[in-house]
């Protein structure tokens, strides 16, 4: 099992370009989150999709969108990037039965707007 | 908003010593979990304690949580190089399973 993928691990943009982070994870999990970390902070919630088919917004929505493509799928997409937007991002995933909290982590993806 | 603050926020201990560190959070919850993050890596769960259980054991790990203080600790005995790292506090209140991650503490162990 790969557990949590994601692509690509590093990125760089200029502002005002688009891109999409993709995820996906082989554990047949019900719920994925979307974070980003900054330097010297924890982890803050961009979105979350509780379920298939369904999407909320976390702590930091702003500036980014995501789908929930499939069980297995979860991108995040930013429209239009900006400085603020540098940072590194997680994708995670939990939901099996009996061990509903616990997260696991993808390797990030290293994002520097310029 | 962040609701777990860890504290301190650095720690350089000498292999084999105990590190132990602080969460303190601002509203009540249903679970505490610690995480571990290597340098440059995604997060790795280490435990999980309820709030209706006071402490909690795994291999060389100890938590503690004190709801009235809003409080957990987390101690790792005979720490090695390997136990170099950053560790994290992670709050839900049980709704929707959304975590809520503190700043974290950042432990180096010298050999």
């Known amino acids: 099992n790969a557990g949590v993928t994601q692509t690509p691990k590093f990125q760089v943009l200029k502002t005002g370009q688009s891109m999409t982070l993709q995820c996906a994870q082989d554990?047949?999990?019900?719920?994925m989150y979307w974070y980003r970390q900054d330097p010297g902070m924890g982890l803050r919630l961009i979105y979350y999709s509780a379920s298939e088919g369904t999407t909320d917004k976390g702590e930091v929505p702003n500036g980014y969108n995501v789908s929930r493509l499939n069980k297995r799928e979860f991108s995040l997409r930013l429209e239009s990037a900006a400085p603020s937007q540098t940072s590194v991002y997680f994708c995670a995933s939990s939901g099996v039965a009996g061990a509903l909290l616990e997260q696991f982590f993808g390797p990030g993806t290293r994002l520097t707007v310029l | 908003s962040q609701q777990g603050e860890e504290d301190p926020q650095a720690l350089s201990i000498q292999e084999g010593e105990n590190a132990t560190m602080n969460c303190s959070y601002k509203t009540s919850i249903n679970n505490l979990q610690w995480y571990r993050q290597n340098s440059g890596r995604g997060l790795v769960h280490l435990i999980l304690i309820r709030s209706n259980e006071r402490e909690k054991h795994s291999g060389r790990l100890r938590v503690t949580l004190d709801t009235s203080k809003k409080s957990s600790s987390l101690l790792i005995t005979a720490s090695r190089a390997a136990d170099t790292a950053s560790y994290f506090c992670a709050t839900d209140k049980g709704r929707d399973y959304k975590l809520s991650f503190g700043a974290g503490t950042t432990v180096t162990v010298r050999a």
């Open positions: 554990m047949n999990h019900n719920s």
